[in-house]
């Protein structure tokens, strides 16, 4: 048997190192959720952006989660914050458990896991967490009032109180307290008060919601839960949410049986127990709630927003099978890494609609669409997509920053001023938004903002009929406008590419010269050379020619591609290996979208 003194030592270390590998694995694997729900939010420090929590019992406990969120500006402090709910509920679980006298670290370490599991889901918010942590802090205080009728009165009081601020999880409040009176407690009036906490309990909520919120009939009694996630994580929640009464109940029978407490004392059994079921839940989490490809989407998403092009190419190629938005993130990066036209080919492209996003109204596409439209200097339309977003998102930090720049960059000084405004009532927008103020204050100085005069460099100086349905997203216009727009150039040549029309990518192919091309691009000679072989004319040109690397690659690739026969699987999982990465073979194996927008592409 191990003494006290060492009990309460290991207890306490391995609870240490339990919580580092919780803070590791948030911070290396699951964190940019976190911050992707930071930027769809903004915090105000605002009485009005209070009050409009109040609509909805536990709208103070959704305030409180949107207030912590607004801390999750990287990796670090969210997975900071998401481990520090956990230590909360660890030791507050701790100090009941122990005035429960039920030992043994695997009793709180389990709903730590469970909470894991949930705050590992994209659709999880920390209002839910808040929610149920005030839930267990009431019930400890609740148990520390030793003269009962003070202690009924505190329940009445506490747990009405509790509906309004944590909404739904006042249910389990109410339940804890039921459990305590009628298993635990021996005082006079424990049946009477615990009907009276059930009659409340079902009550309090009705009344409320034909009183006060006018609300519909399932947020009556779920106000909190999250009932927007799958049907296999709601069951995770409710294993979290029923874990304390059950574990009290069972804790109470097992005392009556074997008229002992329920401890786990450390040994040869109880390790490897302990050790199976963290291993079984922690399976869960990975199995159930870990997403890696929507992290991976998520980690390039925020690496985009911080200009840090390189290594969101890096992380486009790590990305395990082929998602539309990590092809529009990773061709934006293949431009802004200046690889365009010789790597484009070596992401798994499926036609146009790796290129751009279509118009859709919903939350996820104007918020993360609008991004191109500003990158290639199509400044209106990069505003109407972020006001979009904010109509879809509601005010959120990434839409406006965006109206701020391109207000400014429009001339439209009344606007910026009003969006500046919105931000400055932020905690940690504030001195970005002031930096515009000054801008706007002082436009002398606008002129030295070397993003800003790019950007009205390339406005339009004619009317267009923006219709971001058609093919080209006004990219020909645009390159009418403004024939040094490189970007512009380079979309509007991997649009013909992706489309295989070699007649308009030839007519154009001119303009590399009028950019500065010091050659060509790897994939604009293998195009030329494909062209060139079908109307038998050099149409290299000028001052240009094609490498002798690429002429042997082509060699070698014929070669191969005439030894597989007529056999086009064959043929295609022959050159995929050393030439999946070519124009040659997207033009021959990969099929464009159909009427229906399938994609069929032949893969090795």
Known sequence: MVSLRKKSLLIWVTAAVFFIIHFAGFLLFNSYHIIYHEQTQLFLFDRNYFTSFLTKPGGICTFIGAFCTQFCQNSFSSALITTLFAIAL????????????????????????????????????????????????????????????????????????????????????F?????????????????????????????????????IYYIKSEEIWFSLFPMNLKKSMITFFYALFLYLPLLLIASKCWRMITKKELQSDWNWK?????????????????????????EILLRIDNLVQNGEWKKALEYSFLYPGTNQLVLYYGNMAMYKTGQMGDKMFHLPQVGMHGLWLDWKRNEVTPFLGGELYYQLGYTSEAYRWAFES????????????????????????????????????????KKWAQHYQTLINHPELIGQ????????????????????ASNDIGLVQMLKDHPDNRMVFEYYMAYLLLNKDLDAFTANIGRIKELGYTHIPVHYEEALLVYMSHVKKNIVPAGYEISRETISRLSGYLKTL?????????????????????YWFYLNFVNLPDQSGGTKTIKN
């Open 90 to 173: 660890f030791l507050v679980l701790a100090k009941i458990l122990n005035h429960y006298r039920i030992n043994g670290i695997l009793w709180l370490l389990i709903p730590v896991i469970l909470l894991a599991i949930l705050q590992s889901h994209y659709l999880y918010m920390p209002g839910t967490t808040t929610g149920l942590l005030l839930s267990v802090i009431f019930f400890s205080l609740y148990i520390s009032i030793d003269r009962y009728s003070y202690r009924y009165i505190s329940g009445i009081i506490g747990c009405s109180l509790l509906y309004f601020v944590s909404g739904g999880f006042a249910m389990l409040a």
């Open 175 to 211: 339940a804890l307290c039921i459990v305590h009176e009628l298993v635990y407690s021996n005082a006079r009036g424990r049946f009477v008060v615990s009907i009276a906490y059930l009659i409340l309990c079902i009550l309090l909520p009705i009344l409320s919601s034909k009183l």
């Open 270 to 294: 109880t390790i490897p127990a302990g050790i199976i079921v963290v291993s079984s839940l922690s399976f869960c989490l990975f199995k159930y709630a870990y997403d890696e490809k929507n």
């Open 390 to 429: 904010m109509v879809a998102y509601g005010e959120n930090p990434r839409s406006l920053k965006r109206l701020v720049v391109t207000s400014i960059i429009s001339g439209d000084t009344s606007l910026t001023r009003h969006y500046i405004n919105i931000l400055n009532e932020t905690l940690f927008y």
């Open 449 to 468: 903002d070397k993003e800003i005069m790019e950007k009205r460099h390339f406005e339009f100086h004619t009317d267009i009929f923006a219709d971001v």
């Open 562 to 582: 005439n030894s597989s026969g007529n056999n086009r699987q064959l043929a295609a999982k022959s050159l995929f290996k050393t030439y999946g990465g070519t």
